[in-house]
C-alpha cells in the first residue's frame, strides 16, 4: 500500500498542481487509513464498503468532527479512483457511501466599528508598526486567506493598478485593493520592507523582523496581540477578518458572484453563508461597499 500512496501523492501533485495545504491534507488522511487496515488486518485492495463504513464510523468514535471524516471520505475516494484508474483495484469502496451532513457554521464577523478599532492599533512609527498596519489593512481589504497572503511575493502586487494577484495551485485570481490598504502597503513596501528584509533576493511581502517569510503562525500572533491593544472581547482570527471582508461587502450591496470571486470559492454555496448578514440598499461595485475603499 505504501507504493500506491507514494505513487498517488505523486499523480496529484504533478497533475492536478494543487496547493501544499491541500497535498498535505490528503496524505494525513490516506495515512491515517494506512494505519487503521494495517492494525485490523484488513487489504486495502479488497476492502469492502461495510468495512469503508466501519472505519468512517471509527473515526466519529474517536471524536473527528463531521467536516473531518466528511474530507477523509472524500480523500479516500480520490485515492480508490485513482487505483482504478492504473488497474490496482477493481472497485471502488467508498462508491455511494454519503458524506456526513456538515453543518454551516455562522462564521464569526467584526462590526464595522470593531474594524475600525483594530485597524487603528498598528502605530506607523516603526518598522514593526508600518509592516503591521500594511499588513491587518491588506487582511481586511482582500478577504485572503492568512496561507495565501504569507505566500505573496512582492511580484503580485500591483500598486500602480492597485490589485494584487493571488495563486491558488493552478488557479489564480486579482482582487482590488482599497485606497487606505494601498496607501499602508507603499509605506511598508517602500520603507520598512527595504530595511527588514537582510537579503535582496528575498521575494516575500510580509517578513518578519529577521527579513525572512512571515509564518502562518506570526500572522496569527499579530492579529492576538492588536486584538488584545484594541479590548475586544471576540476572538479575533486572520479567518475572522476575511469573514467580515465578506459580510461589510454583501451588507453594503456588493453582487455574491463578485464576493465569490474575490474570496476564491469555486461553490457558490460556501458564499451564500454570509447571505443571512445581508441588508436591503446600495447595489455597487467594490468602491462603494467597502467600507475602507
Same mark, same amino acid.
Do not use: W
Given at each position: #500500500?505504501? @507504493?500506491?500512496? @507514494? *505513487?498517488?501523492?505523486?499523480?496529484?501533485q504533478n497533475e492536478k498542481k494543487l496547493s501544499d495545504n491541500t497535498l498535505q491534507s490528503y496524505q494525513r488522511d490516506i495515512l491515517q487509513f494506512e494505519e487503521y487496515v494495517e492494525e485490523n488486518r484488513i487489504n =486495502?485492495? @479488497?476492502? $469492502?464498503?461495510?468495512? #469503508? &463504513?466501519?472505519?468512517?464510523?471509527?473515526?466519529?468514535?474517536?471524536? &473527528? +468532527?463531521?467536516s473531518t471524516i466528511s474530507r477523509n471520505l472524500a480523500s479516500l475516494r480520490s485515492f480508490y479512483q485513482y487505483?482504478?484508474?492504473?488497474? +490496482?483495484?477493481?472497485?471502488?469502496? %467508498?462508491?455511494?457511501?454519503? *458524506?456526513?451532513?456538515?453543518?454551516k457554521r455562522v462564521p464569526s464577523v467584526l462590526t464595522s466599528q470593531e474594524v475600525e478599532?483594530?485597524?487603528?492599533?498598528? +502605530?506607523?512609527v516603526d518598522l514593526?508598526?508600518?509592516?503591521?498596519?500594511?499588513?491587518?489593512?491588506?487582511? =481586511?481589504? $482582500?478577504?485572503?486567506?492568512v496561507t495565501e497572503i504569507i505566500s505573496l511575493n512582492v511580484e503580485d502586487v500591483n500598486l500602480e493598478e492597485g490589485y494584487v494577484t493571488c495563486k491558488q495551485g493552478a488557479k489564480q485570481r486579482n482582487i482590488p485593493l482599497g485606497s487606505l490598504s494601498l496607501k499602508a502597503l507603499?509605506? =511598508? #513596501?517602500?520603507?520598512?520592507?527595504?530595511?527588514?528584509i537582510k537579503n535582496d533576493k528575498e521575494k516575500a511581502l510580509f517578513v518578519n523582523v529577521n527579513g525572512r517569510r512571515l509564518t502562518r503562525q506570526g500572522f496569527w500572533k499579530i492579529v492576538k496581540y492588536y486584538k488584545e491593544q484594541a479590548h475586544i472581547t471576540k476572538d479575533i482570527t486572520p479567518h475572522v477578518l476575511r469573514h467580515s471582508f465578506a $459580510?461589510?461587502?454583501?451588507?453594503?450591496?456588493?453582487?455574491? @458572484?463578485?464576493?465569490? %470571486?474575490?474570496?476564491?470559492? *469555486?461553490?457558490?454555496s460556501s458564499t451564500q453563508v454570509y447571505m443571512q448578514f445581508q441588508d436591503p440598499g446600495l447595489k455597487d461595485v467594490y468602491q462603494k461597499a467597502h467600507p475602507r475603499a
Open positions: #500500500m505504501e @507504493k500506491q500512496i @507514494k *505513487s498517488f501523492l505523486e499523480f496529484i =486495502y485492495a @479488497k476492502i $469492502t464498503q461495510e468495512e #469503508m &463504513k466501519a472505519y468512517l464510523k471509527h473515526l466519529q468514535e474517536i471524536g &473527528k +468532527k463531521a487505483l482504478i484508474r492504473v488497474r +490496482k483495484v477493481k472497485h471502488d469502496p %467508498t462508491e455511494d457511501i454519503q *458524506s456526513p451532513k456538515v453543518e478599532l483594530l485597524l487603528e492599533q498598528p +502605530k506607523n514593526k508598526g508600518a509592516r503591521d498596519k500594511a499588513m491587518l489593512e491588506f487582511a =481586511y481589504a $482582500t478577504g485572503m486567506r507603499k509605506e =511598508y #513596501m517602500n520603507d520598512a520592507r527595504k530595511v527588514l $459580510t461589510h461587502l454583501l451588507q453594503n450591496g456588493a453582487d455574491l @458572484k463578485a464576493i465569490q %470571486t474575490m474570496l476564491g470559492h *469555486s461553490d457558490i
